[in-house]
């Protein structure tokens, strides 16, 4: 096998392996970031928000993001990236499914915050295992391919959100709670 070769079997594996999950789960991140605007109209009639309590929620969000990068890369430096990973994924799935079940403000805001704590590092994050597991030749390829989730949730998840709340649900939830 030629070196050339190799090198192109190197690049596909940590392509697949690497670049496509965290290009989905970015993908993923990117919509839950945002999908409360869309759900915006509905979450606030069903639950009663005034557009100051509605905007005071999307506000805990980038609160809960500036205050919780340092200690997010802390965390991934003692604990290691498995771990890390591990728990903000969970801490990130209990934030997105609470916001499903809110009922009050003060539920939409400590959701709202839960979840920009737990996105806090997402970024930083991903970043750090691209610059360990990738070579030096390959690192920016690998993070351009990674951050195009970015863009690409921005044109894909407007219309897929606006399905979700358009469409019947299999669980009988208000179309808002479905979504999230």
Not at 15 to 40: C, E, H, K, M, W
Not at 48 to 76: E, K
Request: with cysteine.
């Amino acid at each position: 096998i030629t070196a050339e070769k190799k090198s192109e079997d190197e690049r596909r594996k940590l392509t697949i392996q690497l670049i496509l999950p965290i290009a989905i789960i970015t993908f993923v991140n990117s919509i839950d970031r945002v999908n409360v605007s869309y759900a915006g109209s509905a979450m606030s009639a069903g639950l009663g928000l005034s557009p100051d309590q509605f905007g005071l929620g999307i506000s805990m969000f980038f609160i809960a993001y500036l205050l919780f990068q340092y200690p997010h890369v802390w965390l991934l430096r003692s604990w290691g990236i498995k771990r890390w990973i591990f728990a903000s994924m969970v801490l990130w799935g209990i934030s997105g499914v609470w916001m499903a079940h809110v009922t009050s403000a003060a539920e939409f805001y400590a959701a709202r915050f839960l979840l920009g704590m737990t996105e806090a590092g997402f970024a930083p994050g991903m970043t750090w295992l691209i610059s360990r597991w990738t070579p030096p030749s390959m690192r920016a390829g690998a993070l351009a391919g990674a951050l195009v989730a970015v863009p690409l949730s921005m044109v894909l998840g407007g219309p897929l959100c606006g399905w979700m709340l358009g469409v019947g649900n299999p669980l009988g939830m208000e179309p808002w709670r479905f979504m999230f």
